[in-house]
């Protein structure tokens, strides 16, 4: 599986951003596809996640209320909406795939996800 992160770019804060992921490659019936960020020297954090079953699993408290995950399954692509983006969102934000439907708390971690993406910077100014 190969993922393509873009979409990233710099914005103003209170500005909005979707970012696309497409997957490419062996792709399996039931996957999860995940988005992760990285601010500089700071750990790679979860962001949001969705399976292909349907329904999204959960936000970071960081990002609820201003960020929206949604995929598209016959194109194998994954999007978030950014809205009332703050300088703190700043980071590169990586997509991620689990041939699996993750349980919610598995979702969360790095460790559960197979491939990654290479990350799409955000940078978003005050």
């Known amino acids: 599986v190969q993922l393509q992160a873009f979409g990233g770019g710099s914005v103003q804060a209170g500005g909005s951003l979707r970012l696309s992921c497409a997957a490419s490659?062996?792709?399996?019936?039931?996957?999860?596809m995940g988005w992760f960020r990285q601010a500089p020297g700071k750990e790679r954090e979860f962001v949001t996640a969705a399976r292909s079953s349907g329904g999204s699993i959960s936000y970071a408290d960081s990002v609820k209320g201003r960020f929206t995950i949604s995929r598209d399954n016959a194109k194998k692509a994954m999007y978030l909406q950014m809205n009332s983006l703050k300088p703190e969102d700043t980071a590169a934000y990586y997509c991620a795939y689990a041939p699996r439907l993750l349980i919610t708390s598995s979702s969360y971690t790095k460790e559960a996800y197979d491939y990654w993406g290479q990350g799409t910077e955000l940078t978003v100014s005050s």
């Open positions: 490659g062996r792709t399996f019936s039931g996957y999860t």
